[in-house]
């Protein structure tokens, strides 16, 4: 796939990049459509056990890019409000739900800026590993914005309310130590060492059980609605469901033979 937002897959590994280096990777129109589109075909790939998410060149996403939000300026009000609908319902929602909706772990590699949609993008993320000198910040308020992507439902869910009202209303600027402290990332690491980091991990997933991901992505993103009772009973008909599967087979036979396990890859 080619164009603003590009899908790679290989050894089980898919890595989709944002792909406008030259613009910091701000999200353009025809970044949404790209990023919309390899969502869908990443919904269908039955060959890859995790997705690595990054920027090209030096950045992450350093937010939307103002050079086309200003070309709807000249609109109407009611014309710029049905435009903004529709480009968020049309692109951003169907691509942060597909990702959400995905089986595998999804893991955001961070340097340099990650700010408005790129903070929102990395904190739908399972997992995020970060550069040491990467930069942060939600940057909606600071042009008249409240936040898409997201933003305002996994912030609090990560922070806290108190703290994710503070990062989206004064929108200013934090560092890696502090994403971390936050939990906003999973790791930290120097900037020369970041593409090794996050290779090592994505390896690890992608040789891991394909079943068992699956069903602890589930499992976490219900048990926001679910009362005790019905967590448990997802969890055990969770663990059922593994249960029954070659992958669990295969991890006991290995833990009693003192190997490492070998799990199926589809």
């Given amino acids: ?48 056990g995790v997705v690595v998410v990054t920027g090209a060149g030096d950045h992450f996403m350093a937010g939307g890019d103002l050079k086309d939000f200003a070309r709807h300026l000249h609109l109407s009000p009611e014309a710029r409000l049905a435009a903004f609908k529709a ?7 169907p691509t942060v739900e597909t990702l959400q909706s995905l089986g595998q772990p999804v893991v955001a590699k961070v340097r340099g800026a990650c700010a408005g949609f790129g903070l929102s993008l990395m904190v739908g993320c399972d997992l995020a590993v970060c550069a040491d000198d990467a930069t942060f910040a939600t940057a909606y308020s600071a042009i008249g914005l409240p936040g898409d ?21 004064l929108g200013e600027r934090f560092d890696a130590a502090q994403a971390l402290r936050l939990g906003l990332v999973n790791r930290c690491v120097p900037a020369a060492e970041l593409d ?34 019905s967590q448990l009973q997802s ?22 033979e003192k190997r490492r396990a070998v799990f199926r890859k589809a």
């Fill in 235 to 256: 969890e055990a008909e969770a663990f059922a469901r593994c249960g029954a599967t070659a992958d669990f087979a295969e991890g006991v036979t290995a833990f009693l």
């Fill in 1 to 48: 796939m080619a164009g603003t937002a590009l899908l790679d897959v290989a050894s089980g590994v898919a890595t989709l990049t944002l792909n406008r280096p030259g613009a910091l990777n701000a999200l353009s129109v025809e970044m949404m459509q790209d990023l919309s589109a390899a969502a869908r075909e990443l919904a269908g790939r039955k060959d890859v």
């Fill in 149 to 169: 992507g997201g933003a305002s439902y996994f912030l609090p869910r990560i922070v806290g309310r108190r703290k994710a009202a503070e990062l989206l209303l």
């Fill in 196 to 229: 090794a980091e996050v290779g090592l991990l994505a390896e690890r997933l992608a040789s891991g059980p394909r079943h068992a991901y699956a069903e602890i992505k589930r499992l976490l993103a219900d048990s926001h609605g679910n009362q005790i009772e």
């Fill in 87 to 93: 480009m968020i319902v049309q692109y951003i929602n």
